[in-house]
């Protein structure tokens, strides 16, 4: 009885290294697996230049970027080095970052180093700066929730969080740090 219960207890120990051996050693097939992406884009463009307009013709919005990966089934693009320009009639905008994800609602999402350049002459302020930025582009809304540089030809305005309406040329810093007004 004693050697049949070792010849049991070698091979149930045998079973059990086989069923759990894929979970501790696994393959160099599944490795490769997890570094694959998750999603392939639909399409991809280099040195993307592409104009948008609204739905009664006017100029919506113009973008250029060094890379654009359109992901058509995920419903965004993402974009390498973008560079957006809102047009508003008087009240137009650049906006640049190393990277933006642009969704099917145009919903802008801007991330690293997010300059936002009013392009009016002689505009109070002239430059937004910031971590990431949310633009609604139908409404012409720029938000933030992360530290904010706003700049102008006589101030400096730091503070954290931001919401501006583009349309209505109303900029507002949610949590105000400093100001310094500069003599002309």
């Known amino acids: 009885m004693t050697v049949l219960r070792v010849i049991l207890l070698i091979v149930f120990a045998s ?3 086989w069923m759990w051996s894929p979970m501790l050693n696994p ?3 599944d490795s490769a697996k997890e570094d694959e992406p998750l ?3 639909d399409y991809v463009a280099t040195t993307l230049q592409q104009t948008t307009y609204s739905e009664n013709g006017l ?3 113009q973008v250029t970027a060094d890379k654009m ?3 058509q089934d995920l419903g965004f693009s993402h974009f390498e080095k973008p560079i957006f320009t809102l047009y508003n009639g008087e009240q137009n905008w650049q906006i640049s970052a190393l990277e933006a994800t642009l969704y099917e609602n145009n919903t802008l999402i801007l991330e690293g180093n997010v300059l936002a350049k009013n392009l009016t002459p002689n505009a109070m302020i002239t430059d937004i700066n910031a971590d990431n930025v949310r ?4 409404q012409k809304l720029m938000k933030s929730e992360h530290p904010v540089v706003i700049t102008g030809p006589s101030l400096r305005i730091t503070g954290k969080g931001l919401h501006a309406d583009l349309q209505k040329q109303v900029i507002e810093l949610i949590n105000h740090t400093k100001t310094i007004y500069y003599d002309q």
Not at 135 to 138: A, F, G, N, Y
């Open 15 to 17: 079973l059990m290294v």
């Open 27 to 29: 393959s160099e097939a």
């Open 39 to 41: 999603a392939k884009p």
């Open 59 to 61: 100029l919506n919005y």
């Open 69 to 71: 990966e359109l992901y």
């Open 135 to 138: 633009v609604e582009i139908k």
